[in-house]
């Protein structure tokens, strides 16, 4: 599967942004999704995860009750909606799959396929 992630850009602090992992290849319901992201001079981190249906859904510490992950299986898409952004969450952002689901969607070795990545910025 090949992913293609868009939807970055520059917002002020408690914006929102929504985010758009597109992808092509056949039976996108059978890849498990997480997005990533990677500040400046810091490591890659866990942002969000969703099952293969879509009816579980984890997510990093820092984000919970501000971001939202989601996804269309119909159009082969996946989104995160961020809400009340704050500079910190200044990054890029990465959509990730694998086939089928895991339970520690975590963990970003576990994910082959991996999208380019999207800039967001949070100004202050």
């Known amino acids: 599967v090949q992913l293609q992630a868009s939807g970055g850009g520059l917002v002020q602090a408690g914006g929102s942004l929504r985010l758009s992992c597109a992808a092509s290849?056949?039976?996108?319901?059978?890849?498990?999704l997480a997005w990533f992201r990677q500040a400046p001079g810091k490591e890659r981190e866990f942002v969000a995860g969703?099952?293969?249906?879509?009816?579980?859904?984890s997510y990093a510490d820092s984000v919970k009750g501000r971001f939202a992950i989601s996804r269309d299986n119909a159009k082969n898409t996946a989104f995160l909606q961020m809400n009340s952004l704050k500079p910190e969450d200044t990054a890029v952002y990465y959509c990730?799959?694998?086939?089928?689901?895991?339970?520690?969607?975590?963990?970003?070795?576990?994910?082959?396929?991996w999208g380019q990545g999207t800039q967001v910025t949070v100004s202050s």
């Open positions: 969703i099952s293969q249906s879509g009816g579980s859904r």
């Open positions: 990730a799959a694998r086939y089928f689901d895991i339970p520690t969607p975590d963990q970003q070795h576990r994910y082959p396929y």
């Open positions: 290849g056949r039976a996108f319901s059978n890849y498990a």
